[in-house]
């Protein structure tokens, strides 16, 4: 079985890996990061409107993708596949899901805070909403 981790390096992303690493340490477990648009367009603001940001926020963004996998694949004794996406994190997590053969997700309960937590509400609460697949949620 192929299981989804949502992963952006917080703790509670960490705890969800691990939760799957024990609990399906035997099948395929699939890292997926979103590069989260909307995001970067709250903490951008004006910088958002310059020639080429968005082009440097995405290679940004894949750089610290390849870089939390570093490390997480570091954590686990086990091969990751690794996935980068773009799109806000609920709607990209549920359509990955759907378009890949993928048995379950386990998600952290919240992944970072600040700004952009407050203002996209609750990624874990909307994928255990719409996935059409079993979801975990770890604390």
Do not use: C
């Given at each position: ?65 390849e ?16 996935e ?11 359509e990955?899901v ?25 990624v ?16």
């Amino acid at each position: 079985m192929r299981i989804v981790v949502p992963y952006d390096g917080s703790e509670q992303a960490r705890k969800a890996l691990d939760h799957a690493v024990e609990r399906y340490g035997d099948g395929e477990i699939v890292l997926l990061y979103v590069q989260d648009f909307v995001a970067a367009g709250y903490e951008a603001s004006p910088g958002a409107a310059l020639p080429g940001y968005w082009k440097e926020w995405y290679e940004e963004a894949q750089a610290e993708a390849e870089q939390l996998f570093e490390e997480a694949q570091a954590r686990v004794d086990m091969d990751l596949e690794t996935e980068s996406v773009v799109g806000r994190p609920e709607r990209a997590i549920v359509e990955y899901v759907e378009e890949n053969d993928i048995g379950a997700v386990v998600i952290g309960s919240h992944g970072r805070s600040g700004v952009s937590r407050i203002l996209l509400g609750s990624v874990a609460e909307t994928v255990v909403r719409r996935s059409p697949v079993p979801v975990t949620v770890v604390r």
